[in-house]
């Protein structure tokens, strides 16, 4: 195995990913990386050979890793990526900052972020898959997204270059964001935090939150997004597809369509990747059977199958 450089921050060599995925499940990374500031990010990933894969991963509330794990060395941010300030209407957060901190700080100082408070991400997965939610998108506000190379380069990106679509951004392959600026409109303070608590009502009364889940498990066929491009039009919803192929409920090992939002796939206890993986394929061929539709996975899938 290649010698990889000695970092400041934690290096830990074939470390389980399932405890850092909200699904629960997924097989060991070659290693898992840690950074304790940007320096020591750059410098690591300057002196990392070029032939070592590298995938920076969030809170992995849109993952499935695979149980055979994943050949590269996984990059997860932490406390050194995780200050939010607020000046004005400018919000400006870490990486590693979850969604739902930056939205209260905002609200806090009267900006309007409130659609961040109910994605569980962190800014790295929300900027990645322009998170968005109640029809504002994290292409609506973002305004520089910073981000290190695979080169150990620091370089700052606005959202043209970032050219976002629904679910979805061109970070640079390989390239770790290690802080977002975000402009919000003024709210009062009192309002914003009702708005959020309400959201937040709602999608215990809608979605299996109390589950372990990876938010949506398909993208919506065809609903209206906010990024303003002609193909960003998603009026039918994947759910209603789902319940028209009869899957709502269906199970397959420890991994389950929700009964309560049949879009959402949920591990019951021991589901493994292939499980929830294998279910959500069968879920796409009965769609297809029924209604010709071919449903695409919103939930990234990444790793190897475990081979026996
Ligand atoms: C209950 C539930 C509800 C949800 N509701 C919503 C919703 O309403 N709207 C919505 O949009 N999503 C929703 N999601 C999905 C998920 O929370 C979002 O996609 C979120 O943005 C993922 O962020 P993360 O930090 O968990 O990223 P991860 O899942 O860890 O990673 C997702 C992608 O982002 C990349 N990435 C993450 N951090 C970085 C970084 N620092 N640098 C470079 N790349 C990075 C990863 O490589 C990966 O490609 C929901 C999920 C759950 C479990």
Redesign the pocket.
Same mark, same amino acid.
């Given at each position: 195995m290649t010698a990889l450089p000695s970092p400041r921050g934690k290096l830990t060599e074939n470390r389980n990913l399932n405890d850092l995925?909200?699904l629960r499940v997924g097989g060991p990374a070659d290693y898992l990386f840690q950074p304790a500031d940007i320096e020591d990010l750059q410098t690591f990933l300057r002196d990392l050979p070029t032939e070592v894969p590298v995938? &920076?991963?969030? #809170? /992995? =509330?849109? $993952?499935i890793v695979r149980d055979g794990g994943l050949r590269a060395v996984v990059?997860r941010?932490g406390r050194g990526f995780n200050s939010i300030s607020v000046e004005g209407n400018t919000v400006t957060a870490g990486? =590693?900052a979850l969604?739902a901190h930056v939205a209260r700080k905002a609200a806090d100082g009267g900006v309007d972020l409130t659609f961040l408070r109910?994605? &569980?991400? =962190? @800014?790295? /997965?929300? #900027? *990645?898959?322009? %998170? /968005?939610?109640y029809g504002s998108y994290t292409a609506d506000v973002l305004r520089k997204a910073t981000?290190v190379t695979r080169q150990g380069e620091v370089v700052d990106l606005t959202t043209e270059d970032l050219n976002f679509r629904y *679910?979805q951004s061109d970070?640079p392959e390989s390239? #770790? $964001? @290690?802080s977002a600026t975000f402009e919000g409109p003024s709210g009062d303070p009192d309002e914003l935090h009702a708005r959020m608590a309400a959201q937040l009502k709602k *999608?215990d009364e809608t979605? &299996?939150?109390k589950d372990r +889940? %990876?938010? +949506?498990t398909f993208r919506n066929p065809a609903g209206f997004s906010s990024t303003g491009r002609e193909d960003d039009v998603h009026d039918l919803k994947a759910w209603k597809v789902i319940d028209d192929a009869g899957m709502r409920g269906a199970t397959r090992g420890g991994a389950q369509m929700s009964p309560k939002h049949s879009n959402?796939l949920i591990n019951t206890g021991d589901a493994s990747a292939a499980d929830l993986e294998g279910l959500g394929e069968e879920v796409r061929k009965k769609v297809y059977e029924t209604s010709g539709i071919t449903l695409e996975w919103?939930i990234?899938r @990444?790793g190897d199958p475990l081979t026996e």
């Amino acid at each position: 195995m290649t010698a990889l450089p000695s970092p400041r921050g934690k290096l830990t060599e074939n470390r389980n990913l399932n405890d850092l995925t909200w699904l629960r499940v997924g097989g060991p990374a070659d290693y898992l990386f840690q950074p304790a500031d940007i320096e020591d990010l750059q410098t690591f990933l300057r002196d990392l050979p070029t032939e070592v894969p590298v995938f &920076p991963m969030g #809170v /992995g =509330s849109n $993952l499935i890793v695979r149980d055979g794990g994943l050949r590269a060395v996984v990059i997860r941010l932490g406390r050194g990526f995780n200050s939010i300030s607020v000046e004005g209407n400018t919000v400006t957060a870490g990486a =590693s900052a979850l969604d739902a901190h930056v939205a209260r700080k905002a609200a806090d100082g009267g900006v309007d972020l409130t659609f961040l408070r109910t994605i &569980p991400g =962190s @800014v790295g /997965g929300a #900027v *990645r898959m322009n %998170a /968005g939610c109640y029809g504002s998108y994290t292409a609506d506000v973002l305004r520089k997204a910073t981000i290190v190379t695979r080169q150990g380069e620091v370089v700052d990106l606005t959202t043209e270059d970032l050219n976002f679509r629904y *679910r979805q951004s061109d970070l640079p392959e390989s390239a #770790v $964001l @290690v802080s977002a600026t975000f402009e919000g409109p003024s709210g009062d303070p009192d309002e914003l935090h009702a708005r959020m608590a309400a959201q937040l009502k709602k *999608r215990d009364e809608t979605q &299996p939150t109390k589950d372990r +889940s %990876a938010g +949506s498990t398909f993208r919506n066929p065809a609903g209206f997004s906010s990024t303003g491009r002609e193909d960003d039009v998603h009026d039918l919803k994947a759910w209603k597809v789902i319940d028209d192929a009869g899957m709502r409920g269906a199970t397959r090992g420890g991994a389950q369509m929700s009964p309560k939002h049949s879009n959402f796939l949920i591990n019951t206890g021991d589901a493994s990747a292939a499980d929830l993986e294998g279910l959500g394929e069968e879920v796409r061929k009965k769609v297809y059977e029924t209604s010709g539709i071919t449903l695409e996975w919103e939930i990234m899938r @990444v790793g190897d199958p475990l081979t026996e």
